[in-house]
């Protein structure tokens, strides 16, 4: 692995902490949400401090180059955070039609109630 790709993980991962760390200050985002991102960015900067731990997972994996290896982490571990956001997502789309479902059956009795108090 390249000097030049290591620094550029290793200022890429303080960024990334500083501005998880930032947001978790504000309260705009939450610390279950942040903490996938701050396990990701420590292991961006284990592998660009050790490089030999990355060196070792790409002999042991059968990857051409340890840079290939690093990327085809990240995208594995981005693909992984995604489905569990879609997941996420469809549970919450879930819900917010069954309160919408709700609301309008209140909404209904209700208006039923107010006629026939009429």
Not at 8 to 19: D, K, M, P, Y
Not at 79 to 94: H, Y
């Amino acid at each position: 692995m390249s000097l030049v790709f290591r620094i550029i993980l290793i200022v890429a991962s303080l960024l990334t902490l500083v501005f998880m760390m930032r947001k978790i200050r504000h309260s705009k985002v939450q610390i279950e949400d942040t903490i996938f991102w701050v396990l990701f960015s420590i292991l961006l900067l284990v592998i660009s401090i050790f490089p030999g731990l990355a060196d070792f997972a790409t002999r042991l994996v059968g990857v051409y180059s340890t840079v290939n290896f690093v990327f085809l982490l990240t995208i594995f571990i981005l693909l992984i955070k995604l489905f569990l956001m879609t997941v996420k997502l469809s549970q919450v789309e879930c819900k917010m039609r069954e309160l919408a479902q709700k609301v309008a059956i209140d909404n209904n009795i209700k208006d039923k109630k107010e006629e026939d108090k009429e």
